[in-house]
């Protein structure tokens, strides 16, 4: 699939058959993940594959943000897909320069980006192999981290189902070019 279709025909996928994914697959979009750019190439993801049906449901548990009691639309697909990919990230890394010290007036919020970024790649492969995925970020990230024993010092970014699609949703709208592309200065057209 070239890049370009595979970037205007992926969907995010909440629904997933309990076909299983083998290991070949799961580490081709890891592999694509790896190979992200990421800040200074500081590599500061890092990845944890969860194939077990008592964690996945511990995970699922944990999918509400600060409002408690608004569900996640995802929290099926977490229950029910046969891999989850949880995206963590090392922190003090992305945004500082070689002497230790932040670099940018963003500051330590790069890591955000970098795992972004391979998560997209990640997500972008797997639809080129036919499998579905959707990037969620409404959870609860310490009670991840303390369900997955990520240690200090990393913290948990998003996560993402992984597996073959149960649905075929249609693409949800974007903004016209017009409303989010300015040529020369912020909104001229
Ligand atoms: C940073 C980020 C966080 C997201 N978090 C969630 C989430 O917690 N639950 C969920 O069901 N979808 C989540 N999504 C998926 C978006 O709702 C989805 O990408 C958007 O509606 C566009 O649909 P599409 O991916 O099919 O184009 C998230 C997407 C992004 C980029």
Excluded at 26 to 46: D, F, G, M, T, Y
Excluded at 166 to 178: T, V, W
Aim: proline fraction near 5%; include cysteine.
């Amino acid at each position: 699939m070239e890049v370009l279709e595979a970037i205007t025909t992926r969907r995010s996928i909440r629904r997933y058959k309990t076909t299983p994914v083998d290991g070949k697959t799961v580490e081709i979009v890891l592999e694509a993940a790896r190979w992200a750019p990421s800040w200074k190439n500081s590599q500061c993801r890092r990845f944890i594959v969860v194939r077990d049906d008592g964690i996945k449901n511990q995970l699922a548990d944990a999918l509400h943000g600060l409002a408690k009691d608004v569900a996640n639309p995802s929290d099926g697909a977490i229950r029910t897909a046969p891999v989850v990919i949880v995206a963590c990230a090392e922190l003090g890394k992305s945004g500082y320069d070689n002497e230790g010290k932040l670099a940018t007036d963003k500051g330590d919020s790069w890591y955000m980006f970098d795992v972004a970024l391979a998560m997209q790649n990640l997500t972008l492969a797997a639809h080129s192999l036919g499998l579905g995925t959707v990037h969620v970020g409404n959870f609860d990230a310490k009670k991840v981290a303390s369900i997955l024993e990520v240690p200090q010092g990393f913290c948990v970014v998003s996560m993402t189902p992984l597996g073959y699609l149960d649905q075929e949703p249609n693409p949800r709208p974007r903004k016209e070019l017009s409303e989010i592309a300015f040529f020369g200065k912020y909104g001229s057209g």
